[in-house]
């Protein structure tokens, strides 16, 4: 009567499936991203074979562009490990931008003020520490009020960043410029800069130190417990016993602290110096990184590599096709959006409905 | 095909993975005529009324409404048909108005005339002398006014079929009479009614006719003329009521927690519990009948420290301890007294557990404060998981499988396990049976008993009258928060329990005035 | 008087472009979806828009003015509208996480923008831009010179570009539209519980994709008028940058209604300029996060005041799946 249409198909959630189904799926979803982007490059007029080769050689076939690709990758693993507590209990920090430039702004003061006072060991620790405490600081703010209040922290961290932001562009024309008038920061003093192991500052070593850090934290650690239940359901941790705002106050804490770090390997390692686009948009694509890692921090290694060769890559793509570097942003959310895309046919299946009323299930 | 059936359902099967909520149901809903659809919790009332009003597709099997076949794939098409679901859980959008909620998702003119819908709204109330101000906004609202917004809701939207989903849960008595007057004037006027409970005595007061579903099927039905209690309540639980509940004598039974003058007050200034007194002691079963929403969840939420107290008192006297003060602890400082106290919640998932860990890591739940340094030690947790999962036959593939994928009895198993297992003094529980078959409520009957005679204070929070009568001692009554009475399980019966959980005894219908 | 005159003036120039992305965003949070890509899709309707006029010049050697507006209007919109097509697809139908699909699209944008932006710069050889007499139909008044020259009011109520009243047209609407039309009420009711509206017999998944897109276009004219107006119908990321994130502020400060985007545009727009017009003893870039401060002010108040009205949608940035259990 009113109604004659029969569904084509309705969704259910999926029992369960294989991990192996699962990441073959994921895989899929990478392949596709790399057709589509090999699409871009065809509409561009460029071979996307020879397109995707001056990617990987110009970000891994050499020893310097492989640092360089490395020397990339290095914050957004750490970022991404930074936000892993933060997620895992639902709790949406997009502040890590902000909590690294903190960070930096930490550990620059401590550069700029002491680099002839202390001996360069005993400074550059006392710049991660700096720099720990000022991001922990930043990510503090939101947190402790998304504890006290239920104040939105989506949005708070994310206003946080720009304030932090906007601090250091004061401060490169103010109290801490070098040259008057040049609006920048002057550069580290040597005694401030991370050492370099095999030709990339050190940060490298600090990141996988925290990545099996964050693993061991998450997976076998009280506070890592905490974390999970916390994430599943407020009222079942209240029920047994745990203090919610605490546990957010403190994983915040932890996540700036380790935000914080980042900013300060980058400004000492990378940058030897303070400028405002310290994050760089780092922060953001870590939180693609971590999620689409699904909080597992040794995936995140890989998934940052791979975002690191796009983007090393592309800058090479500029000088050998004249391809505008922009173009890594471009690939990098197309592989963004599959893999997104992507959970989706993990979480889900599609029953199909036949006039005969049975089913088959499509995977 | 009659000539007055307003909506045949033909064996209708709705699986949610691997459970089977309804199978192979039909059941057809004539004009002029109230049908109650009777079952036990669980047993498929709301999911199947949920596929005609569009919630829920059906995996298979047909709906004709008028004698054509219809499709409902979305509630749009059921109000298309005159199908209108009042749900349990009131479907309102809280910072809209009263009017706004009413016209939601109508189609009409474009330009909303807001004023206009108020007029409308006052002539159905005026109709059937409800009140509902068209400006109020929802927030503001009691639970009556919102279901008398939900009822007007719907004849505003011309059904001709409504259903009802335990519409009297919520209701006083004053509120659920003049409902039930409301339902006789609309079923004169030809309108098709279905209200979905499992209160016998709605069903003999109210219906015409009766259907029943057990565990997802059909049960049978009958007309409301030509039956009575006893018949019914046999059809809703398969087999005679002789529960047959093994209960000894207590043993010594000694005070544990005394409870004085508790009165709890929500966070939107309702009085949630009203100067409660009473005392549970150890090595006996203690069990609280009430209609839901009387203040069970939380008369046990105040005990375990989860709910602000605004005063009273709850004392606890272990055996050979002097009496502690657990009224402004929170659960954690409760347990640093020593205080051995088990919960099994009613939202098993939602609060006793964590649905997307395993068994094991809702053991741990239990331990994981008591572990010593940084680390959770996930031995003993696992060993327990092991033990609950072999002793009380928990169907799952592993102790690491998420508990959230278990079959509600496995889940229930899980919780009461874990609980058992911390070996409480004195044991709450809540709904402890709901939706388990009959087999795991016996399991867990019996886990009840044997705490009891190992001294353990435990409180069964229930509500199949029958069960309350053999498995506790005692039995306190609740009503709108207050404590209508405590009776002895042995001597009294289901009309004396049953009139003090509708009012104050001694104080006759004026009780809620 | 004429410092304050100017001050109002220049404030509202340069609230325009905010006024639409708060705009865009406001209709886009309405449905329950929080799309933290506005930075993308404004810096994808900044770019196409200028393509839009710039090769509409070029190929038409001239052209009319009014249609070059419309076209910059149409191809910055279908730019938004394509990104925030997507975000939809993957969040709407494919339930992805909003936040990181949001972080993705804002990662895609820009590059998008970007690299539109240069590569036009490339193929056409360094340099970019319409011609003046075009120009003069993006940044000057359409109104006619005498009205303009009315002491006091007459700049200030008459002086601004076209953009100024489309927006202000366009926030009205908006705010008839969602307050007192039947498909603004079910928007409302869709984000606030999707359930609710769904059992209404809402189509959830329609308003939501709808107003996603939509809001998704109007987001993105504003990178459009930013380009064509402040930045004087060149390329400039630059400038451009941070003023979706602004407008994502702006949405909060502005508590999801239109109406308060007209004043709030203006205010934020002063607070993007004051360090040039107000000489108080505060350095310039403390001014510039201003706006920052006064919208996370306003966070923590309405939080603090819990007042219903004030809130958030409350579905926001949840996906929806009927059969949830």
């Known amino acids: 009567m009113h109604n004659q249409r029969a569904p084509l198909f309705h969704l259910a959630k999926r029992t369960s499936l294989s991990p192996a189904r699962a990441w073959t799926i994921r895989l899929a979803s990478f392949v596709v991203a790399i057709l589509i982007g090999g699409l871009i490059f065809l509409l561009l007029g460029d071979d996307p074979v020879s397109a995707y080769g001056a990617i990987i050689t110009g970000s891994l076939g050499k020893k310097v562009a492989i640092r360089q690709t490395v020397k990339i990758a290095v914050p957004l693993l750490g970022t991404a490990l930074a936000i892993a507590p933060c997620f895992k209990m639902r709790f949406w920090n997009i502040g890590a931008e902000g909590q690294i430039t903190a960070g930096a702004i930490g550990a620059t003061f401590f550069a700029l003020n002491y680099y002839d006072k202390l001996p360069s060991p005993v400074l550059l620790i006392v710049m991660g520490l700096a720099g720990a405490v000022c991001g922990a600081f930043w990510a503090f703010i939101p947190a402790f009020f998304k504890a006290r209040w239920g104040t939105n922290e989506t949005l708070f961290t994310l206003m946080m960043n720009y304030i932090v932001i906007g601090l250091v562009k004061w401060l490169q024309g103010g109290p801490w410029e070098g040259k008057p008038g040049s609006q920048i920061i002057p550069n580290f003093a040597s005694s401030a800069v991370l050492p370099k192991v095999f030709g990339i500052h050190c940060g490298w070593i600090i990141?996988?130190?925290?990545?099996?850090?964050?693993?061991?934290?998450?997976?076998?650690?009280?506070?890592?417990?905490?974390?999970?239940?916390?994430?599943?359901?407020?009222?079942?941790?209240?029920?047994?016993?745990?203090?919610v705002a605490r546990i957010t106050i403190r994983t915040m804490l932890l996540s700036g602290a380790i935000s914080g770090l980042v900013g300060y390997m980058v400004a000492s390692g990378a940058n030897m110096t303070l400028y405002y686009s310290v994050a760089d948009g780092v922060g953001f694509t870590a939180i693609t990184v971590a999620w689409l890692a699904q909080l597992n921090p040794f995936a995140m290694i890989a998934i940052s590599f791979l975002l690191a060769i796009l983007d090393k890559g592309a800058s090479t793509l500029q000088t050998v096709m004249n391809v505008p570097a922009s173009i890594s942003d471009i690939i990098t959310g197309i592989f963004l959006f599959c893999m997104l895309a992507s959970e989706f046919f993990i979480n889900y299946r599609l029953v199909f409905r036949h006039d005969s009323g049975k089913e088959a299930v499509s995977e | 095909m009659q000539e007055n059936c307003a909506v045949e359902m033909r064996n209708i099967t709705k699986n949610f993975g691997p459970v089977a909520a309804n199978s192979n149901v039909s059941l057809s809903i004539r004009r002029g005529e109230i049908l109650s659809l009777l079952g036990e919790n669980g047993s498929g009332k709301t999911t199947l009324m949920n596929m005609l009003a569009g919630i829920y597709y059906p995996d298979s099997g047909q709906i004709f409404v008028n004698g054509e076949e219809v499709r409902i794939t979305s509630p749009k098409d059921a109000f298309d048909c005159g199908i209108g679901m009042i749900h349990q859980h009131f479907k309102l959008v809280s910072v809209l108005s009263a009017a706004e909620n009413v016209v939601l998702g109508l189609d009409g003119p474009a330009v909303l005339d807001i004023k206009e819908v108020g007029r409308r709204i006052k002539e159905i109330c005026e109709r059937y002398s409800f009140s509902v101000s068209p400006e109020k906004k929802v927030y503001d609202m009691s639970v009556s006014e919102k279901q008398t917004l939900e009822i007007v809701k719907v004849l505003y939207r011309g059904a001709d079929i409504l259903i009802l989903d335990e519409p009297t849960a919520v209701l006083t008595p004053q509120e659920t009479e003049k409902l039930f007057d409301v339902l006789r004037a609309m079923k004169a006027d030809g309108k098709a009614i279905v209200i979905i409970t499992h209160k016998l005595h709605e069903v003999m007061e109210l219906a015409d006719r009766v259907a029943v579903l057990r565990r997802g099927e059909f049960a049978g039905e009958m007309m409301v003329r030509d039956t009575n209690p006893q018949e019914m309540t046999n059809m809703m639980v398969g087999r005679p009521i002789s529960l047959n509940i093994e209960r000894p004598d207590p043993v010594d039974p000694a005070e544990r927690l005394v409870i004085k003058g508790l009165t709890v007050v929500d966070s939107e200034g309702i009085t949630k519990l009203d100067n409660v007194t009473f005392t549970a002691m150890g090595g006996e079963?203690?069990?609280?009948?009430?209609?839901?929403?009387?203040?069970?969840?939380?008369?046990?939420?105040?005990?375990?420290?989860?709910?602000?107290?605004?005063?009273?008192?709850?004392?606890?006297?272990?055996?050979?301890?002097?009496?502690?003060?657990?009224?402004?602890?929170?659960?954690?400082?409760?347990?640093?007294?020593?205080?051995?106290?088990?919960?099994?919640?009613?939202?098993?998932?939602?609060?006793?557990?964590?649905?997307?860990?395993?068994?094991?890591?809702?053991?741990?739940?239990?331990?994981?404060?008591?572990?010593?340094?940084?680390?959770?030690?996930?031995?003993?947790?696992?060993?327990?998981?092991?033990?609950?999962?072999?002793?009380?036959?928990?169907?799952?593939?592993?102790?690491?499988?998420?508990?959230?994928?278990?079959?509600?009895?496995?889940?229930?198993?899980?919780?009461?396990?874990?609980?058992?297992?911390?070996?409480?003094?004195?044991?709450?529980?809540?709904?402890?049976?709901?939706?388990?078959?009959?087999?795991?409520?016996?399991?867990?009957?019996?886990?009840?008993?044997?705490?009891?005679?190992?001294?353990?204070?435990v409180i069964f929070v229930g509500e199949d009258l029958d069960v309350l009568l053999e498995l506790c001692d005692r039995i306190l009554v609740l009503y709108d928060g207050k404590v209508s009475g405590i009776v002895d399980a042995r001597t009294a019966d289901k009309e004396q329990i049953g009139l003090m959980m509708t009012r104050l005894s001694g104080k006759g219908g004026n009780a809620d005035a | 008087m004429m410092g304050v005159i100017n001050l109002v003036f220049n404030a509202i120039l340069n609230g325009t472009p905010l006024m639409f992305g708060t705009m865009g965003e406001s209709l886009t949070e309405k449905s329950g979806n929080l799309n933290l890509g506005v930075e993308g899709m404004m810096y994808m309707g900044g770019a196409f828009g200028l393509a839009g006029a710039f090769y509409y010049e070029k190929l038409t050697g001239g052209g009319s003015g009014i249609l070059a507006v419309l076209i910059a209007i149409a191809c910055s919109f279908l730019a938004g509208a394509i990104g925030a097509l997507i975000y939809s697809f993957i969040t709407i139908t494919l339930r992805a996480n909003q936040n990181v699909t949001g972080l993705a699209l804002a990662i895609f944008g820009t590059g998008i923008g970007q690299f539109v932006g240069e590569y036009m710069r490339n193929v056409e050889g360094g340099y970019v831009a319409v011609s003046n007499e075009l120009k003069n139909f993006f940044q000057a008044s359409p109104f006619p010179r005498f009205l303009q020259d009315i002491p006091v009011v007459g700049k200030l109520i008459f002086g601004h570009n076209v953009f100024v009243y489309l927006g202000v047209i366009l926030a009205v609407l908006m705010a008839f539209y969602i307050n007192r039309t039947r498909y603004g009420l079910n928007l409302r009711a869709t984000g606030e519980s999707p359930a609710t509206a769904d059992a209404a017999g809402i189509n959830v998944i329609k308003y939501k994709y709808l107003a996603t897109v939509i809001g998704g276009g109007i987001?993105?004219?504003?990178g459009m008028v930013y380009i064509m107006t402040i930045a004087g119908c060149v390329w400039n990321h630059e400038g451009l940058s941070g003023e979706g994130w602004l407008a994502v502020a702006l949405v909060i400060f502005c508590l999801w209604r239109p109406l308060n985007t007209i004043w709030g545009s203006a205010l934020f727009g002063a607070l993007i300029i004051m360090y040039l017009r107000v000489h108080l003893p505060i350095p310039s870039e403390i001014y510039k996060i201003l706006p920052y401060v006064v919208t996370v002010a306003v966070l923590v108040f309405t939080s603090l005041r819990k007042k219903k009205e004030n809130q958030p949608p409350e579905s926001l940035g949840l996906s929806y799946f009927r059969e949830d259990r």
Do not use: C
Request: glycine letters at 12%.
């Open chain 1, 207 to 243: 990141v996988l130190i925290l990545t099996i850090f964050i693993y061991v934290y998450m997976r076998y650690s009280k506070h890592g417990y905490e974390i999970a239940v916390v994430g599943e359901s407020e009222n079942t941790a209240r029920y047994a016993g745990m203090s």
């Open chain 2, 285 to 457: 079963i203690l069990g609280i009948a009430g209609i839901a929403g009387s203040g069970q969840k939380e008369l046990l939420e105040a005990v375990a420290g989860l709910q602000p107290v605004k005063s009273g008192s709850i004392l606890y006297t272990p055996e050979d301890a002097p009496p502690s003060e657990l009224v402004g602890k929170t659960p954690k400082q409760i347990s640093n007294l020593g205080v051995s106290l088990a919960f099994v919640p009613e939202d098993r998932l939602g609060m006793g557990l964590v649905g997307g860990m395993g068994m094991t890591g809702n053991m741990l739940l239990r331990s994981w404060r008591r572990d010593k340094g940084v680390f959770i030690h996930a031995k003993e947790p696992s060993e327990l998981a092991q033990r609950i999962k072999e002793e009380l036959e928990v169907m799952t593939p592993s102790v690491r499988y998420p508990v959230r994928r278990l079959s509600g009895g496995n889940v229930q198993k899980v919780l009461v396990g874990r609980e058992i297992a911390s070996s409480p003094s004195v044991l709450m529980t809540a709904y402890a049976v709901r939706g388990l078959d009959i087999n795991t409520s016996y399991t867990i009957y019996n886990l009840l008993t044997s705490q009891k005679m190992k001294g353990v204070a």
């Open chain 3, 219 to 222: 987001s993105a004219i504003g």
